[in-house]
């Protein structure tokens, strides 16, 4: 079982869910936060050793001003692997955590052996007139729920019966997403350019009903990325880690163990 | 003596019923339903109005939205450009530039410049957050907006300042190694500045600063921002006059009271759209605080669409109000010259004295000879007497005392 615990992190006071023991995996969260990963987390801890922060300005994290970009958050990242002392990792990020795992393999981080990118945001493949990412900003909230998960009917959840405390950590890691994911539009224009860089061996895993950033776009992460491969998951859409938990930490798991053996 | 504007948004009714059926008068309004020939019509009859205001002696007030059919002053930089040549007595105020959507502070800066000294000194200068459905399409980051407001107006502001350029600016969100503006502003040090607000919050940033205040359209975000801010000022050791503080609100006047309100009620046609814009556009993430947006999620998205207060505390929807309960939430004065004399009498003692007061005599659907009849009839009968309105003594004069001599 992971807990939640509290970890000064690059000076920043850090939400970061822990547990389970072996192998090292970081993962990096999605535009929802950690919110409803309790199951997913839990299931890679009986594989791994789990460490799961909520970035700046996700979750009851704080958010200094000089927190301003992707950059900024890669360092915050590297800081915590190398305070833990994490060797031969498993780099896991979904959606917006993604993105920034993109931003860090592109550079070779050293502590990290292998990634799995769930949805990834962050890339642009089509031109000037074709948006890859749904604008959600300009869409209804019961459409962007739609568009985010395969049975957004199993999520809904009525936000009255929240506590303050929940309804504070949702809004808050909205405004966290919007602020780093605003202009350009949830991608980094250059991160496409630096993508043949990542060295370590990856899995690239999608949502088959992912509305907001479709399976296409995933294939053409894959077939960027050297040797990456790719496995869609069926019934699920944006978020993975909420709705098919199971199935993702089998993939996980599976691949992470794969890529040990072909290092060996 | 009581200052008095004339504002209109310069609506395009022929758009509405298309708005209304949309259920957004805003963004995804489709543009093929603006027609360029309507539209100059519309901007040529408006300019006809304002350069009556200049022979009435009222002055002028601006402001600007986007991608809208309730108003077509994109850019007030350009109409106040085109009032400075064409009015000669007039003040023209600008209310305002949002300048946490304006990528380039310094060409503000430009701008006002020019229409000061065009107008030879006749500008005052509004800086304002700009309302949430103005961040698409701006394509303004909603997060952290306010603190690129206020550097935004730190920058502005030095650059017209009469401190000798060049100079150099690095600041968080706005970069430039070379800020000298050609020209200067005929003002000095620099037009007057007002800000709009709608929180006793804003009251008290913009005592801070000493500008003008302005609550548009609600006498309860009028009242409590202006005490906030006359607290504030107190505290700073000086007392707020009422040149201070400014407030908007719809006029519609009569001969007799049923003409005005008939005028009121076209009028009203303003603030029965301007809040009709989708659900995703009304409060994008990060513009409201957090607490705010709690708030917000309990009480679901349908319901976030601001209610106008009356004075006795009843709800009224903007939307579908009626005159009496805009008169009620004085948002509108209307009815005969003495009857809105009466009420504007009553709503500078309500609000704690007022120094400006912005009348919407054109807005929705009023035509120009029923809007040429409400400015005359405003000039003649109303403006002669607003001398006579005694200002409330402002109740902050001992703490401001108190912490002046506490300075010394």
Redesign the interface.
Known sequence: MVETTTKTVSGIETEVRTGGAGRPLVFLHGGLGLERHDAFLDGLAGHFRVLAPALPGFGRTDWP?EIRGMSDLACFVLDLAEDEAIEDAVLVGSSFGGWLALELLVRGPARFACAVLVDALGVKFGDHLTRDITDI?????AEVQRLLFHDPAVLARD??SLS?DA??A???A??????FG??PYMHDPSLRRWLHRIGVPSLVVWGAADGFVGADYGRALAAAMPGAGFELIPEAGHYPPIETPEALVRLIRDFAAGAAAAAA | MMKVWHFSEMAYPPAWAAGHELGSFRI?LPNRLADPERVADIYHRHFDEFMLCDELGINIMLNEHHSTATCLNAAVPLTLAILARITSKARLLSLGTPIANRPDPVRVAEEMAMVDVISRGRLEMGLVKGAPYEI?PA?S????LM?RFWEAHDLILKALSPEPGPFSWEG?FFHYRNVNIWPRPWQQPHPPVWITGLSPHSGRAIAERGHVAAALLSGGIASGMFDAYRRRAAELGWVAPPDRFAYCALVGLGHDEAEGRRRADEVAGYVRTAPIV????RN???YAP?PA??QA??A??QKFVARVKTVDGRDVDPTSGSVQEFIDARTVFAGTPDQVFEQIKQFTQEVGGLGHLIIMAQGGTLGYKDTCENLRLFAKEVMPRLGEIAMPENPYAELAQKASSAAE
């Open positions: 001003r900003h300009a869409r209804e909230e936000p009255a303050e309804l504070t949702i809004v808050r909205r405004e966290a997403f919007t602020f605003w202009k | 995804t698409a394509n980051n909603p997060t952290r603190d968080e989708a659900e995703p556009f994008p993430p990060g957090v947006n709690v999620l309990k679901g998205p």
